[in-house]
């Protein structure tokens, strides 16, 4: 039986969208500039570098804390921007994070309740578009932060869920609905694996089967199952990792949680970050951060323009505001689906765990992405008109869309590699060490430098030269003692007067006048300086 005009016209549709939105979202990473950011130059490069080299041990904390992160998604990145012009790497990098814009619109093709098949997947484009174009999500198109690869997991597993819902919620075998739970968890676990921040939709998408359909029996097995994938989607990524961590230094999450492993290779800390949920120290603060970061974004991002005009993005309030009261209406009048059940409380579950762990914008941008297809969720909740409900959806994604002004974490005019780093020339390198000093990225120019030379970082956020509380000053100040060949300081220029103290403290003296420039396309130029005894 051969398929309708109606039919074949959807697919077209469906099939243009599913090209041009992801090749779309490549070419605005490229009208942006190339990302230049922080974590860039302390760690996502080097990182890569280190797991594709076999260069994992030789050198000691380059990446201050970050040192420790499992660096799986920064091998690809280092392999894309070593062997293609940046323009080309990042492109193909930003066409991974368009992968975004084609799961929510794949979602919201399979909740929205539009009854024309070919309006639907046109209203499922129009959110998508809106959800991926965000102020996060904008920001972070083409960067190296990986927060934007990492909410693939989540909206697969979401996806998961929504295609398969009635055989999970509604009237399919509990065996088989287990497996699917379970499936659907397995890509959440494995952005977990990828980086611990993705924690907060493990939680989301774990309990929220307990907001949608069948008994308490039903609800707890797939929710159990589900976790049981999470699991096994951190053990994939992240098990080998974790070995490493547990036989290199007896913490397999080090150095987080130390309080609890007390390695001798860190000081007995958790080592939270906990600048951002300062700014919130109430659980009222908490609760109304999307109305507080409205008025102050800074309280929740890091992400300013240049002139410190601040980004905005009214998706996650909005939807913040609007949600409770549809709840309520879903409540008294029973128009809620299962799956939009589900959906609905994954997200406030997520919420709330980011806000009592984290309060960090970026690690939420999976939510942006999918705020808007929420909010349409949460108007086909209202007691109104299907025709009203349908303008109220329009007109909020309008306003959302018109009101976002996304940020920047740096961006640089682009340059044929992804980093370019001109190091001097270094006499003898096989006998030459390097100790790196100061807080600012220093790593991202290493694999520039001899490979013979090993770096040693003496002082960072992780550790200081006086930090007797961190057993790990041993293992440092052991490897430089036994070096017997030539001294270099690493600093950026503005720190190498901290340079000069910290190799003071391991009884080495900066000649300021042998320093040398280490240039970078990065707007960020390095001091070479020898070191005497």
Known sequence: MSASPADASTRRATALILILGPLAYGLLSLALGQDANWDLRNYHWYAGYALVSGRLGIDMV?????????????APLYLLGSTLPAPVAMFLWSLLH???????????????????????????????GVGVLGAGGISLLGTT??????????????????????????????ARAAAIAALAGLPAGAAMGLKQPAVIWCVGICFGFFFAAGGFRRR???????????????????????????????????????HVFKSHD??????????????????????????????????????????????????????????????????????????ERHLMAA????????????????????????????????????????????????????????TTVPGTWGRVPWSRGLVEVEVPPIPAPADAMVLMAGYQPLSFAIPAFPPEIPFVRIQSNFIHPDSWDNGYIHRLRSRVAAHRGAFYALSTVPDTDLAEKAAEAYGLRLDPGSCRLVRSNLNEDLNLCALHH
């Open 62 to 74: 380059p990446s201050q804390t970050p040192s420790f992160y499992n660096p799986l998604l920064d």
């Open 98 to 128: 368009g992968l975004n814009f084609v799961l929510v619109f794949l979602l919201a093709r399979e909740l929205l309740r539009v009854r024309d098949a070919r309006r639907r997947v046109w209203a499922a484009a129009a959110v998508a």
């Open 145 to 174: 932060f990986h927060d934007n690869l990492l909410s693939l997991g989540p909206l697969t597993g979401l996806l998961v869920i929504a295609r398969n819902r009635r055989t999970l919620l509604e009237d399919g075998r509990l």
């Open 220 to 258: 707890f097995a797939l929710s159990f199952c589900c976790g049981l994938g999470i699991l096994g989607g951190i053990a994939l990524t992240n098990g080998w990792w974790m070995w490493h961590l547990w036989q290199s230094h007896g913490n397999p999450l080090h150095p987080y949680f130390n």
């Open 266 to 339: 860190a000081a007995i800390s958790d080592y939270r970050d906990m600048h951002n949920l300062s700014m919130s120290p109430t659980l009222l603060d908490r609760l109304l951060l999307p109305f507080r970061w409205t008025l102050n974004p800074n309280i929740v991002g890091e992400i300013p323009l240049p002139g410190d005009t601040p980004w905005r993005d009214l998706r996650i309030p909005l939807l913040y505001a609007v949600a409770p009261i549809a709840a309520a209406a879903a409540l008294v009048s029973g128009r809620s689906r299962a799956a």
């Open 347 to 402: 997200l406030a579950l997520a919420f709330g765990t980011w806000a009592a762990m984290f309060s960090i914008y970026r690690y939420l941008v999976a939510m942006e992405f999918l705020a808007p297809l929420a909010l349409c969720t949460a108007m086909a909740w209202l007691p109104l008109g299907r025709r009203t409900r349908a303008g109220l959806a329009a007109a909020a994604l309008v306003v959302v869309q018109a």
